[in-house]
């Protein structure tokens, strides 16, 4: 009867660390969800910031045409 209480605390312990342990791995698993994000986050940052370059570009220039065959 002994050993068979000695078990169930055994498996109960096991079952206890068995739970933290997935709580945990879900935790990193997030964690590192959030980093592979980052890398798009940056790319769709700096891919904005040079279309809008370029469209600033395009807009001063057709604006300087326009102001230099106005000013002649």
Excluded: F, W
């Excluded at 935790?27 to 040079?50: F, N």
Aim: aromatic share 2%.
């Amino acid at each position: 009867m002994r050993d068979i209480r000695q078990l169930t605390a055994a498996v109960e312990k096991i079952a206890v660390k068995t739970d933290e342990t997935a709580k945990k791995l879900d935790g990193i698993s997030e964690r590192i969800e959030a980093v592979e994000r980052l890398p798009a986050e940056d790319m769709r940052y700096y891919r904005r910031m040079a279309v809008s370059c370029i469209i600033t570009g395009v807009i001063g220039t057709v604006l300087g045409a326009v102001l230099a065959l106005i000013l002649n």
